[in-house]
């Protein structure tokens, strides 16, 4: 748009006034003329008119306010400008076989330790005594621990290759000794069933943060019954990352190991749906809904994700697929590769039969994902 108001102010107000005619005349050019009745049919659902240099979304009035009041005080409507069309198409098409995540499965946070330099140590190899073993924490300790007080725990993602958490691949365990949190006397407890443990909770008992504080004095220990002892544990059936770079992948967690608080927990409901909902939690529809629902504000252009919001992604229905579908143990690779293996194709096309989509409704979503997932990539390299 010219932006000298005073030579070129001509050719700025016919630019603006082309603008303003293109917004207001949106719903018209998208309007459809039934031949039989000679009337012009009404918009259904949302719509979208797109040129080279903008996209105008038209959403029903009756829909915001339906999803307000579905949703109480407030409702997310960042999506309508960031979706693309083919995802409102699907949910018209076929809302009736989608659920909020949190209709399947509980989504909790993973544990925070609030001193993560106690609580995470490195195995070292088998301690002398049975039963035990020798392991080390970042501050340098290093002795052993009874290996029922030590609890397999996966801290970050890249410990995560495939859909599948394999223990053999965790590179530490969370201190959780198995005590009865209702004791009158935590430490006489963990003294008489650990005493290994014991040792290393009076050696913690001794140490500082860098600016001088007691660990058992840290506001985020400090609340607890023994600042050593964090909740007890939960059996998750499968890890959601808090966040997603250029590769997404929701892990099924048939070991039950515990995470960090960088993963969501998912306890599922139904366990007769597991076999086909990791699958489905690692499918390109599902992709899709986490670039368009997360928040892009971490570095290197990653979405982010609250616990709630995790819960709010919409899946498919475990229940109207009516084959099985292979769990990806091989390593997961960014979407635009992973979407060519034949594996992942298996999914997909489960995912494409069960909805009612052709093959080119099935391409066009997987497009639209590909050039999602690589803007926000590439904007956040420039």
């Given at each position: ?134 392991v080390k924490n970042s501050r340098g300790w290093v002795g052993e621990i009874e290996e029922a007080c030590l609890r397999p725990v996966i801290k970050s993602p890249k410990e995560a290759k495939s859909m599948v958490v394999d223990p053999a691949s965790l590179k530490y365990r969370l201190f959780l000794p198995p005590i009865d949190p209702k ?187 590909i050039k999602l997932s690589a803007n926000r990539l590439e904007r956040a390299g420039s």
């Open positions: 748009m010219p932006a000298d108001l005073i030579l070129e102010e001509n050719a700025r107000w016919q630019k603006v006034d082309t603008l303003v005619s293109q917004i207001e005349t949106a719903d018209e050019r998208l309007r459809t003329y039934d031949s039989q009745t000679g009337q012009v049919q009404p918009l259904q659902g949302v719509q979208t008119m797109e040129t080279d240099e903008f996209r105008i979304r038209l959403v029903p009035q009756a829909d915001l306010a339906k999803e307000l009041a579905e949703k109480g005080e407030s409702a997310k409507w960042g999506l309508y400008i960031r979706a693309p069309q083919v995802y409102f198409d699907l949910l018209q098409q076929a809302g009736d076989k989608f659920v909020p995540l949190s209709e399947v499965a509980e989504v909790r946070r993973g544990y925070t330790t609030g001193i993560n330099d106690f609580f995470y140590l490195e195995p070292l190899g088998s301690g002398e005594k049975p039963g035990t073993l020798r004791a009158d006397d935590l430490e006489v407890e963990l003294r008489m069933a650990y005493p290994l443990a014991y040792q290393y909770v009076r050696w913690g008992a001794q140490q500082r943060t860098s600016q001088g504080q007691p660990w058992q004095n840290v506001p985020s220990v400090r609340g607890r019954k023994a600042w050593w002892l964090i909740r007890e544990p939960t059996i998750p059936d499968g890890l959601w990352p808090k966040s997603f770079n250029d590769k997404f992948a929701i892990y099924r967690n048939p070991d039950q190991v515990l995470s960090s608080d960088r993963f969501y927990e998912l306890i599922v409901q139904n366990d007769s749906n597991i076999s086909l909902l990791f699958p489905l939690l690692n499918s390109s529809l599902l992709s899709l809904m986490l670039e368009i629902n997360s928040r892009v504000n971490l570095g290197e252009g990653a979405l982010d994700n609250m616990t709630y919001e995790a819960g709010l992604n919409t899946i498919i229905l475990p229940e109207i697929i009516t084959s099985g579908l292979p769990i990806l143990e091989r390593e997961i690779l960014p979407i635009p590769e992973e979407l060519k293996q034949s594996d992942r194709q298996q999914i997909e096309e489960a995912l494409c039969y069960s909805l009612g989509l052709t093959k080119v409704e099935l391409d066009s979503l997987q497009e639209e994902l």
